[in-house]
């Protein structure tokens, strides 16, 4: 069998069959803990959504992770003990003529300590809960630790006015986004399905598209200052498009894993990246038949003019941010021509890079241009 | 876990039997899923399309039963099954003008005579066992190179090596198998 590079041949491992595919998720274990419980976490979002049969069921038919997550403050215990605490309190207060806190000294109404302590509360909580008391105000924090780190708040409020054993508790429930306990936003009813109260973030929460986009904007950041530097820059910026775009989900581990101590390191790494990685395996296996890449316009407007592309394996082509249109042209059998438009500091500037093939069979940059 | 242990750990806690099934079989899922999407969904695609599977394998447990093959063969259908209906979407909002039929993800289209078509099938083995042989953490390196894409970096990072050591060792593996399929006339 021939083939026209020297590694041609390893790209047949890019086609496995069945049996090669169960050994190659053997071999190389693709996911990791992360991995498995952000899949974990859709699932259950979907097994959610979908219906009502996902979690254990307890004797009475109540979804356990529900009670677990929320819902303890329903549990008859609760209500019995926190019915308990409230009499106790008015009863006590009344006899013993403690005073309301906040209520002036001269009010006449008999008034009542509306403390709930740490200890009663705990007693009727679940596992992974956590109380806080205070003066006037019960506050009950609870924190579920699953795979998405849900974290919400009950908050347990008595009335400011004197206390009678007849009222009702009010119960409301915020988010963690809620500044203030007191600044509850949603009052619900017991009898509310409790799911839906808690805004449960997901994978892709806005902290960690701060963590990508500062490390991204960073990188580009060396990128600029590269272009700044020297001319042959432009050559690498179509590298650093390439990967950074490869895969938008890490490209941000390419920054951070990497110890770029200075302009260079970066140019070196970069420059890596272009003899093998890069080049060999995305361009050697252009053949004749083939036209030049096309690349399409990303409909991701999430770009940002970050110069956004994704190499399509199955379509053989990268899809590209904006409306820039690179294509590759093949000279002959080692030498392409890659051309590309691009969004440089000082403006719109276009690279064309010349690409040969070196006695070793790589492919490596034989020289750069760039022009408005 | 066996999959008789699994039925009942999925009738007593669906919770559980997920999170085991993850465990057990999430790395050939995300594989099957990653073979068919590769190129035109971002991970994040590809760990949403794994989710789905899993979702409806716990969905259509009911049609499972042990005589029908290993819960890994229905985990391997409905997966492959779910990437394509994946790759279509993504390729539809992607406005991509190419329409894959299903068979042709399943028949490779070809000229190739029967003869040739056998000659690929024996190469195919050598050279996979060719990657085998080279042990660890060269197989894994040609394997995230060629097959996951990864990039040096990438692969560094998860074998916690340097991005140089990786460069070198996979420079040195792609000779060495090249050698060997040369030795042996496979080239």
């Not at chain 1, 097994?47 to 008859?76: A, C, L, R, T």
């Not at chain 1, 009222?167 to 509310?192: F, G, R």
């Not at chain 1, 042209?329 to 070196?358: C, F, H, I, P, Q």
């Amino acid at each position: 069998m021939k083939y026209k590079n020297k590694y041609d041949f390893l790209n047949q491992l890019a086609e496995p069959d069945d049996a090669e595919l169960e050994e190659i998720s053997e071999i190389c274990n693709p996911l990791d803990n992360s991995s498995k419980s952000r899949i974990m976490a859709l699932c259950k979002e979907k097994m959610d959504m979908k219906n009502n049969n996902f979690y254990e069921k307890n004797d009475s038919g109540q979804n356990v992770d529900v009670i677990k997550k929320i819902s303890w403050y329903k549990h008859p215990s609760f209500t019995i003990a926190a019915s308990a605490v409230l009499i106790t309190a008015v009863v006590g207060g009344s006899l013993l003529g403690l005073k309301k806190f906040g209520v002036p000294d001269d009010t006449q109404t008999p008034e009542a300590v509306t403390t709930i302590s740490t200890t009663q509360l705990q007693t009727t909580k679940a596992s992974d809960t956590t109380i806080i008391s205070t003066t006037g105000t019960a506050f009950a924090k609870t924190t579920v630790s699953d795979t998405l780190s849900t974290t919400s708040e009950i908050i347990i409020t008595t009335q400011t006015e004197p206390v009678t054993a007849d009222e009702d508790i009010e119960i409301t429930t915020v988010n963690t986004e809620a500044e203030m306990p007191n600044e509850a936003v949603d009052e619900i009813q017991p009898q509310e399905t409790p799911e839906i109260l808690i805004e449960i973030p997901t994978q892709n929460d806005a902290e960690n598209y701060e963590i990508l986009d500062s490390d991204a904007y960073e990188f580009m950041d060396a990128y600029y200052k590269i272009a700044s530097l020297e001319s042959c820059a432009p050559g690498i910026s179509f590298d650093l498009k390439t990967i950074i775009s490869h895969d938008s989900f890490n490209y941000c581990v390419l920054v951070t894993d990497s110890d770029f101590q200075s302009v260079d390191d970066i140019r070196n790494y970069m420059h890596h990246y272009m003899t093998d990685s890069f080049i060999e395996k995305y361009h050697s296996s252009l053949t004749d038949d083939e036209d030049p890449i096309y690349f399409n316009a990303a409909e991701d407007e999430d770009s940002q003019q970050r110069l956004f592309c994704k190499y399509r394996r199955r379509t053989d082509s990268l899809v590209w941010c904006k409306d820039t249109v690179p294509f590759v042209e093949k000279l002959s059998d080692d030498a392409y021509t890659v051309s590309a438009e691009y969004y440089a500091v000082t403006g719109r500037k276009t690279l064309k890079m010349n690409v040969v093939r070196d006695n070793d069979g790589l492919f490596k940059i034989n020289s750069t241009e760039a022009y408005y | 876990m066996k999959d008789k242990e699994w039925l009942v750990l999925l009738k007593k806690s669906p919770q559980n039997a997920l999170s085991a099934l993850i465990d057990q079989y999430g790395n050939y899922v995300y594989t099957i899923v990653y073979s068919k999407l590769k190129g035109c969904a971002d991970r994040g695609e590809i760990e949403e399309c794994v989710s789905d599977v899993f979702v409806e394998i716990i969905q259509n447990t009911d049609k499972y039963t042990e005589s029908k093959g290993s819960l890994k063969v229905f985990l391997s259908v409905i997966a492959k099954r779910t990437a394509i209906n994946a790759f279509k979407r993504i390729s539809y909002r992607q406005n991509t003008t190419e329409f894959i039929n299903d068979e042709d993800f399943e028949i490779s289209a070809s000229n190739k005579t029967p003869y040739e078509e056998t000659e690929n099938k024996i190469f195919r083995e050598k050279l996979w066992d060719t990657v085998k042989s080279l042990g660890e953490p060269d197989s894994t390196i040609i394997i995230c190179q060629y097959f996951y894409d990864m990039t040096v970096s990438q692969i560094a990072n998860k074998l916690e090596m340097s991005s140089a050591a990786v460069h070198k060792r996979s420079q040195r593996a792609r000779e060495r198998i090249r050698k060997i399929l040369e030795n042996e006339k496979y080239l």
